[in-house]
């Protein structure tokens, strides 16, 4: 059974750094192609950033070189770095899981078969 499972998210200031992780659970934590995606109300779910299995990142348009992402294959986990958060930054952010083994990474949320619950971030100004 393949879960993810976010935590780090919280009540930030504006210009404060936040780190969020990723837990996944399941056998194949190295083939898989994590991303990170964030929806704030009534907006569409937005593609942050993904690692596939060889560490190849990519990143979404939005994220103006603020955004980190990183994995450790021996922990299961992937993180994501946020510098000089915004209050445009406020949504909850969701981590998903590409299990295909693909070194295609897709900013396509369709593309990502399992998701965590999400982490809100609140930004104050």
């Known amino acids: 059974q393949v879960q993810p499972v976010e935590s780090g998210g919280g009540l930030v200031q504006a210009g404060d750094s936040l780190r969020l992780s990723c837990v996944v659970s399941g056998n194949n934590f190295m083939s898989y192609t994590i991303a990170w995606f964030r929806q704030a109300p009534g907006m569409e779910r937005e593609f942050i950033a993904a690692i596939n299995r060889r560490h190849t990142r990519n990143y979404g348009g939005s994220t103006g070189g603020r955004f980190t992402i990183a994995r450790e294959n021996e922990k299961n986990t992937v993180s994501l770095h946020v510098n000089a958060l915004k209050p445009e930054d406020a949504a909850i952010y969701y981590c998903?899981?590409?299990?295909?083994?693909?070194?295609?990474?897709?900013?396509?949320?369709?593309?990502?078969?399992?998701w965590g619950q999400g982490t809100q971030v609140t930004v104050s100004s």
């Open positions: 998903a899981v590409d299990s295909t083994g693909d070194l295609y990474i897709s900013t396509m949320s369709s593309q990502y078969t399992y």
